[in-house]
């Protein structure tokens, strides 16, 4: 069993409780929203917690290509870090990168960073890169790109076509998209009430994200020119990449 948490139940003992709650046919839906997200943090905290060690232990773990939260996605010579497997470690990373200082020479991620709080989550996210990385090294950054669909806004259903058909059409949440609104809304939140996706947090656009780094302490950061050889080629679609240097 996990080690107890002062003050409350252990994380086992809490995921039993959530699951009891959740089953109760009486459980009403604000109640079940709620408890379905604690259950989710529960599951990830599990997989946290399961790591006992700060990586890496020695220099032979020390990857120079890193790639965060890839999820199913694997990169061929990078070192996959993310909250579930397959991951070659699992981390949250929230909680920081576990890796040394000055020791990364490229960082990359993708559909993450709006899954992540902000500003505590993912202003320490932009900090714990700019720390792990080399001098001269690169952090690669791609989200749902905000400007695609606000620079469309105000208009019809039929121009959200294309993206629903890109980034909807097998979701249960297809029929419910019935204005260009409601996309907005999807893209901003995605589906906060399925249980199998995670939902958006943040919004963001080529301007925030250079905003982040910049502040980070990064000295550049441009536009990346998206290469489906390193970036998962159904990402293309209406999102932004940048790439700081440290």
């Not at 252990?10 to 709650?21: F, K, N, T, W």
């Not at 909250?83 to 000055?102: C, I, K, Q, S």
């Not at 320490?124 to 695609?148: K, M, Y």
């Not at 980034?167 to 609104?181: H, P, Q, V």
Request: with cysteine.
């Amino acid at each position: 069993m996990s080690p107890d948490i002062p003050g409350i139940p252990s994380i086992d003992l809490l995921g039993e409780q959530i699951a009891r709650v959740l089953a109760e046919p009486t459980t009403g839906h604000g109640l079940a929203r709620a408890l379905r997200a604690a259950s989710k943090e529960v599951e990830l905290s599990r997989y946290h917690r399961a790591t006992r060690r700060a990586f890496p232990d020695g220099p032979e773990e020390r990857p120079a290509k890193v790639q965060i939260g890839g999820g199913s996605h694997q990169l061929d010579g990078f070192f996959n870090i993310d909250l579930v497997p397959p991951a070659d470690f699992l981390w949250d990373v929230r909680e920081g990168v576990p890796l040394p200082d000055g020791t990364v020479e490229l960082l990359f991620n993708e559909h993450f960073l709006e899954h992540i709080d902000y500003p505590r989550s993912a202003k320490g996210f932009a900090a714990e890169s700019f720390r792990v990385l080399a001098p001269g090294g690169q952090v690669i950054t791609g989200v749902p790109d905000a400007a695609h669909v606000l620079n469309r806004y105000p208009a019809a259903p039929a121009e959200a076509g294309e993206t629903i058909r890109r980034w909807y059409s097998k979701r249960s949440c297809r029929d419910d998209i019935n204005t260009y609104l409601d996309l907005v809304n999807y893209v901003f939140r995605d589906q906060d009430d399925d249980p199998h996706y995670t939902p958006h947090l943040w919004a963001y656009d080529f301007e925030k994200l250079a905003q982040l780094f910049t502040e980070a302490g990064f000295s550049t950061v441009k536009p990346w020119t998206f290469d489906a050889t390193l970036a998962n080629p159904k990402r293309e679609w209406a999102s932004v990449y940048v790439i700081a240097t440290k």
